[in-house]
């Protein structure tokens, strides 16, 4: 169905996020569905990750809070879980808001994860 088709830069950079997308779309995902996106935040301390976290719940953001194992001097988790269509520029401003927020909080934005209707995770 997809075969064959010419990567538009403009909508589909040549970084990871872009990737992602272009990869989704050649395997036939709807990217203009919305989708329930998660993105992950690290925090050096339970109290600075729960105040972040208090902001997201402030803006009606799903979230989970957890600890993180994936690095000793940031080992607690926040994610939010937006529901967006999966274009480039959806994930960037979502991103660079929670990057901007963070900071306040010493948190390092972690990345992002979608499962698509086909359990396909990216």
């Not at 989704?24 to 998660?38: I, K, P, T, W």
């Not at 050096?44 to 803006?59: R, T």
């Not at 808001?97 to 086909?118: H, R």
Request: charged fraction near 15%; glycine fraction near 4%; aromatic fraction near 14%.
């Amino acid at each position: 169905m997809w075969l064959n088709m010419e990567r538009d830069v403009s909508l589909f950079p040549n970084d990871e996020i872009g990737d992602c997308l272009w990869q989704m779309l050649e395997n036939g995902h709807d990217l203009s569905a919305e989708h329930e996106v998660e993105f992950s935040t690290i925090f050096p301390s339970q109290e600075l990750a729960l105040k972040f976290g208090h902001i997201l719940l402030a803006n009606n953001q799903k979230l989970s809070f957890s600890p993180y194992q994936g690095n000793e001097q940031l080992p607690w988790e926040i994610t939010a879980y937006p529901r967006m269509a999966l274009s480039y520029q959806n994930i960037i401003a979502y991103q660079a808001l929670l990057e901007a927020n963070a900071e306040s909080f010493q948190g390092q934005y972690d990345g992002w994860y979608c499962v698509t209707a086909a359990n396909v995770a990216y």
